[in-house]
């Protein structure tokens, strides 16, 4: 269908449906574990143990190893990076991007504001890269040896002055989930033996945005990455163009992946914190407005999520008790027995993913 103007509508489901396709929802991928995190730009890292769901959820016959052998190899990458946040990349993502979404850290000092008073953050830079050389710290270790050599200023401040202007990336040490809570952080460069591509590339950036999450719009990319400004680089390159349900622009990279609306999708679980819940500024391409707020809480946790026919039906959560493992699905509005049957199927199987070592496995639904 095509507007007065004979642009091409895109419906919310049809949206829905390209979205999925560039998020290996529509079916999981035959692919490694290096190929879909670049595939799907990066995952949302806040907690180690997320990336792997997604992944389960995203990649045919994945397991827990495969991304273990990834980040020990170094193919793969747990950093700060978009809108300041923890991020699982490849490392070649990371090597190539880190300088361009750099202007989003060093603007994330200004949420220190009377915190900051007295520190430079060069010299703090300076002092942390000198420490971090000779062994992989914690952020406490961090903040304390810096404290010493800058008494006069505020700890939490420093550790944060670090955390955003110095390339590290996390230390894995073989635990489940490759990372403890408590971290050690390394210099990205010695961890990968090269160094920081060194000019910004926010249009290649835009492509591989579009890549994953597209169609989109300049505020969607602005909202993933952190980066304002973004208008002149989507109109600066060759993409096409359509308008959504409202009749507002919505951009994507040619001959992408944009499935029939009617295409059938499975029910998916998505870990907390999962992007495609983070990566646009509307959301009700994946979720109704109603919905947002037993999802996105005030403390600014996102909670874990299961999809049906492509959009989010309700939170699950997982509790092991003398060796059940236990999936509890809370819907938010009256299931289909044949959805909440396959989310059974695909709940066992998640438990078992979880759990593999768990008596016995059992999914239920909540009130």
Not at 203 to 209: G, K, M, P, S
Not at 219 to 230: E, I, V
């Amino acid at each position: 269908m095509r507007d007065d103007a004979g642009m091409v509508v895109m419906s919310g489901r049809a949206v829905n449906r390209a979205t999925l396709a560039r998020q290996l929802l529509v079916e999981r991928a035959e692919v490694g574990a290096v190929e879909a995190v670049g595939r799907l730009a990066g995952m949302q890292g806040q907690e180690a143990k997320h990336p792997y769901v997604g992944l389960w959820s995203r990649v045919a016959g994945f397991k827990e190893d495969d991304l273990d052998r990834a980040v020990e190899g170094r193919e793969v990458v747990r950093a700060t990076l978009f809108r300041g946040t923890l991020h699982l990349v490849t490392a070649e993502d990371y090597l190539r991007f880190r300088t361009t979404v750099a202007p989003v850290l060093e603007a994330g000092l200004r949420m220190l504001k009377e915190r900051a008073e007295g520190m430079e953050p060069a010299k703090v830079v300076a002092a942390a890269e000198r420490i971090l050389a000779k062994e992989p710290l914690t952020f406490t270790e961090v903040r304390d040896a810096l404290q010493r050599e800058f008494p006069e200023v505020n700890e939490r401040a420093l550790g944060f002055c670090t955390r955003m202007l110095v390339p590290l990336v996390m230390y894995p040490t073989g635990v489940r989930w490759g990372w403890p809570a408590n971290a050690r952080f390394t210099p990205a460069d010695a961890w990968l033996g090269k160094k920081l591509h060194a000019k910004q590339e926010q249009a290649e950036l835009v492509i591989r945005y579009l890549q994953a999450f597209g169609p989109a719009t300049p505020a969607d990319f602005q909202t993933w990455s952190g980066l304002s400004k973004a208008k002149p680089v989507f109109d600066s390159l060759d993409l096409e163009v359509f308008t959504d349900d409202n009749g507002k622009p919505l951009y994507d990279v040619p001959d992408a992946p944009r499935p029939d609306p009617d295409t059938a999708v499975p029910v998916r679980f998505l870990p907390e914190f999962d992007n495609l819940l983070l990566a646009h500024a509307k959301r009700e391409r994946i979720i109704a407005d109603e919905h947002r707020p037993a999802v996105f809480t005030k403390n600014l946790r996102v909670k874990a999520t299961y999809t049906v026919d492509g959009l989010v039906a309700g939170l699950w959560t997982m509790t092991t008790k003398r060796g059940v493992a236990t999936l509890t699905l809370t819907p938010f509005g009256r299931l289909p027995k044949r959805d909440q049957a396959a989310l059974e199927r695909e709940g066992t199987a998640l438990l078992g993913f979880l759990e593999p070592d768990a008596k016995a496995v059992e999914v239920v639904t909540g009130g």
